[in-house]
């Protein structure tokens, strides 16, 4: 069982694909290739594993009250969302990612480290600023 707290605000994300809107809640399964994108995050996961990446648990303690705790920290909407622009656009095309709160620290490493092992651009402009991830540094210099 899952506990959720009415006072979350949920954390959710969007990824623009060939003209079409995809939104992304954290942990979400509604959409159609949620089967193919959990497959795809845990290859990210073990890819950037390979690049020293750790899962930072500090981050869910500085989330509290702004976002899901727990497990969910691996399945924010913006790893989802990521996850499936990978999926769904050519290699080499920058992936543009919407994101309602601010990106957490985990999912700054996470973007960071999908750019240099995917060589991909990943811009996503959370609620404070833009971040553009390009060859395993973030546009921001890791302040947000
Ligand atoms: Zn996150
Ligand atoms: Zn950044």
């Known amino acids: ?9 949920p954390g959710f994300s969007y990824t623009e694909i060939d003209g079409v809107v995809h939104k992304f809640l954290n942990g979400d399964n509604g959409h159609e290739r949620w089967k193919e994108i959990y497959q795809r995050l845990d290859k990210i996961g073990a890819r950037i594993k390979g690049l020293g990446y750790i899962t930072d648990v500090s981050n869910v303690l500085h989330d509290i009250g702004e976002e899901d705790k727990g497990n969910a920290l691996y399945h924010h909407s913006e790893k989802l969302a990521i996850a499936f622009g990978l999926i769904g656009t050519p290699e080499g095309t920058p992936i543009h990612v919407i994101k309602n709160l601010r990106i957490c620290g985990d999912c700054h490493t996470v973007a960071k480290l999908i750019s240099k092992a995917y060589d991909r651009v990943i811009i996503i402009r959370d609620r404070a600023r833009f971040h553009q991830f390009e060859g395993g540094e973030c546009s921001c210099q890791d302040y947000w």
């Open 1 to 9: 069982m899952v506990k959720n707290d009415i006072r979350n605000i």
